[in-house]
């Protein structure tokens, strides 16, 4: 059979349409027998079912009404009774449809634009899906594009088979883009909007710094050095730390360059952004030196449990240390995700002074001894009264000028005023009306006891239900911000590891899960130092 004109004429323009919009041909195809559908139905009534089908090679066009094989005909528009239907077609049953030609139709101009916008909106569907199902698959890349215009400070980028934006906030700071600038950025989010896929692009991002690097040093891009770790102040400055899986590659150096030729590249890209490489270690007290260059640090205190780092410095260093505004301390913290305190060597000092002083008079008080035994025993580095209560007595007895007798002495004091607290903890406790079933739980004392109670846990059950959070607390991080939310027992040296077990104790008493349910006790993970000291 030829092919008219007419036929050709629609297949030529399906396929152009497909290769302008790049879609699929035929979706196109799809949507034009879906206008004509709806152009027909303008003709013969809302109420009509008709069937459209364009042959994809030939072009030729079939229309079909059809017709619902029912016992009772209710509408006769769309129904037909079953016993005309099988004089038609023999083998026709109830809930079949009877197909019956319609002859082709001339489009009017009201059906003609109707059919215009019905392809027009499917096509436009079609683009929009096809958009989003090549930009979700490259979040996390690079794109490249023009400027096409700039709206209340948000940058539209043309990206050529479609627009991105550059919201103000992720455009670095002064950063003046203009129609027809060439831009490159990350694509860092890709959602499906009412209008159409929105693809949302960053200058600022961190992971923009690090494509950037990966573009420029070939060592990153093949996955010998690594980035672990950045921290941006955009448009400003930024702290890169990188380590090398081969130990003849200098991680620095190659990300460095030739007289400085690769960071410059990306520098250049950033806006002039100082950028700052560090060699990672799993070491954080040495990351911490390395990330405060280029001040020079004297000593590093981790509190790994509250993941705190506490720096001192010279008293000439501090400014150096902290940085303007902050951003040296600031970039420092959030490369290795953990909050650092700065300190001068004079404010440590005096710090350290007062912490004797304290403990000097807690001994005095709580011992009734004089000032010089109490400095003694501070001196010595003992922190606590439940510290003398139960050290060995020989640990005692070994400072200079004292003997046995002073020492078991000085135990049996501290013995005495710690009964005496747990005394009036445990009255408190009975006030509040905490079950004395809480102590059969081995680590829980009168104190811990009267802080459970003011938070309203007072039974076994109640704090069987506790999460370990509730009673050490937790961090959240944000921003390159910690933020922390205390816990019940925030006044106590507790662990995760102990608020967990106490917890499991409790469950297994209530019957809520067995004794064979309980993870095994690490021996080796007995001894839990959450506090450490390195001098550097």
């Not at 090398?244 to 890209?269: F, K, L």
């Not at 662990?495 to 104790?505: F, K, V």
């Amino acid at each position: 059979m030829a092919v008219s004109a007419n036929r050709l004429e629609l297949l030529q323009i399906a396929d152009a349409v497909a290769r302008e919009k790049s879609i699929d041909r035929m979706v196109v195809i799809e949507a034009i027998q879906d206008a004509m559908e709806k152009a027909a139905k303008g003709r013969y009534g809302a109420e009509t079912e008709i069937k459209v089908e364009i042959n994809p090679r030939s072009g030729e066009t079939r229309m079909w009404r059809l017709l619902e094989i029912v016992e009772t005909v209710e509408e006769t528009s769309r129904q037909i009774d079953l016993k005309y239907a099988q004089i038609k077609s023999p083998a026709a049953k109830v809930g079949d449809f009877l197909t019956e030609p319609l002859p082709p139709m001339e489009f009017g101009r009201i059906a003609a634009q109707s059919a215009k916008q019905v392809i027009v909106q499917k096509v436009r569907d079609a683009e929009r899906e096809r958009m989003y199902d090549e930009y979700i698959n490259r979040i996390g890349e690079i794109v490249n594009g023009s400027v096409k215009r700039v709206e209340y400070g948000n940058v539209i980028v043309d990206l050529g088979r479609g627009e991105a934006i550059i919201r103000r906030d992720e455009l670095i700071p002064r950063e003046m883009l203009r129609y027809g600038d060439r831009v490159r950025a990350y694509v860092y989010d890709v959602r499906r909007e009412q209008r159409g896929p929105q693809i949302f692009l960053s200058r600022t991002h961190p992971q923009f710094m690090a494509k950037l690097f990966m573009q420029e040093v070939p060592e990153i891009y093949d996955g010998v050095i690594t980035i672990r770790s950045i921290a941006r102040d955009p448009g400003s400055r930024a702290k890169i730390a990188v380590t090398s899986s081969d130990s003849s590659i200098d991680p620095v150096g190659a990300c460095v360059g030739m007289r400085g030729s690769r960071v410059q590249a990306v520098v250049g890209e950033l806006q002039g952004e100082k950028i700052d490489i560090i060699p990672w270690t799993d070491s954080i007290a040495d990351l911490v030196i390395s990330a405060l260059q280029p001040a020079d640090v004297a000593k590093v205190v981790l509190d790994e449990q509250a993941e705190r780092i506490e720096v001192v410095v010279p008293d000439e260093q501090l400014s150096l240390a902290i940085g303007r505004r902050g951003q040296n301390v600031r970039l420092a913290s959030q490369l290795i995700g953990w909050d650092i305190d700065i300190l001068t060597e004079q404010e440590e000092s005096e710090r350290r002074q007062k912490e004797f002083t304290e403990r000097s008079g807690l001994f005095m008080q709580a011992l009734d001894v004089d000032e010089m035994v109490a400095q003694l025993l501070a001196s010595e580095g003992f922190s606590s009264v439940e510290e003398l209560a139960y050290i060995d007595t020989n640990e005692i007895a070994s400072i200079e000028g004292f003997d046995e007798e002073t020492a078991g002495e000085i135990q049996n004091r501290a013995a005495e005023y710690l009964a005496a607290i747990d005394r009036a903890f445990d009255d408190e406790r009975k006030a509040l009306g905490v079950e004395d079933e809480l102590y059969e739980i081995s680590g829980l004392t009168a104190a811990m006891l009267v802080a459970l109670g003011k938070e309203g846990i007072k039974t076994v059950e109640d704090f069987a239900g506790c999460a370990s959070d509730d009673l050490i607390g937790w961090s959240e991080r944000k921003d390159g911000e910690t933020k922390r939310f205390e816990g019940t027992f925030k006044d106590f040296s507790v662990s995760r590891e102990e608020a967990e077990d106490m917890i499991m104790q409790a469950r297994v008493k209530t019957g809520w899960i067995s004794a064979k349910e309980l993870p095994p006790v690490d021996d080796a993970g007995d001894a839990d130092h959450v506090t450490d000291e390195v001098s550097a």
